[in-house]
């Protein structure tokens, strides 16, 4: 059975500090792997992707992968306030990225202290 | 990125009744729809996956005569809860994909009384 774990939180980061939210995945064969972002009330909207081993950047957001230790992360730089929400990880075994069988994660609740 | 309206937002219904939530995307066409649902503090479950013109594909455990799935085009899904008790309550949010990308609607909380 495919596993995402993720610390559900909550997670309290001053504001303008790093936020760094991490996930597990079980399935080895895992192919890309997706960062969401769900404010509360709300449907989760895509804040990252990543297909191969390293870091990707995409403004203040960072997300890390080391497919041997099936690990996968999001650094948050230099955070606001309206980065609160929880976030969830979301991980595909499918080559292409596609979205079947996408498994998410519980999602970690992010809080940003003024 | 693409655009998926769910209707409606909110729903209370009594015990009994049955609901129908719509999906559709508005720039762009479908080839496949998700249903997902969520309860407090859970994460996403999908229910099931529609392709347009055939039967949906229900995940294990998931009653396809109470959740009645139709994708009737390339850019509207419906999902209609049948009978609908407190135990439905939860938050039900569809997502439609084309290039591979998902893609979320709104979502739709629904409530049972």
């Known amino acids: 059975q495919k596993e995402v774990e993720q610390n559900s939180g909550p997670l309290s980061v001053p504001e303008g500090a790093i936020a760094s939210l991490n996930c597990t995945y079980s399935d080895r064969g895992s192919q890309s792997f997706f960062w969401y972002r769900q404010y509360s009330g709300k449907s989760p909207e895509l804040i990252m992707s990543i297909y191969s081993n390293g870091d990707k950047e995409d403004g203040r957001f960072t997300a890390q992968l080391n497919k041997a230790s099936q690990y996968v992360s999001l650094l948050i730089r230099d955070s606001q306030p309206s980065d609160s929400a929880t976030y969830l990880c979301a991980v595909n075994i499918s080559p292409g990225g596609g979205a079947d069988g996408l498994t998410f994660g519980k999602g970690t609740h992010l809080i940003i202290q003024p | 990125g693409a655009v998926v309206s769910q209707h409606p937002s909110r729903v209370i219904c009594k015990s009994g009744t049955s609901v129908k939530i719509e999906c559709r995307s508005l720039d762009f066409q479908a080839t496949t729809m998700f249903w997902y649902r969520q309860f407090p503090k859970q994460s996403l479950m999908l229910m099931a996956t529609?392709?347009?013109?055939?039967?949906?594909?229900?995940e294990q455990g998931v009653e396809k005569d109470k959740f009645l799935i139709n994708h009737a085009s390339l850019t509207l899904s419906t999902l209609t809860v049948t009978s609908a008790h407190p135990e439905d309550s939860s938050f039900y949010i569809c997502?439609?994909?084309?290039?591979?990308?998902?893609?979320f609607g709104e979502g739709s909380r629904l409530t049972v009384l």
């Open positions: 529609s392709n347009e013109g055939s039967k949906a594909t229900y």
């Open positions: 997502s439609a994909t084309s290039t591979g990308e998902l893609f």
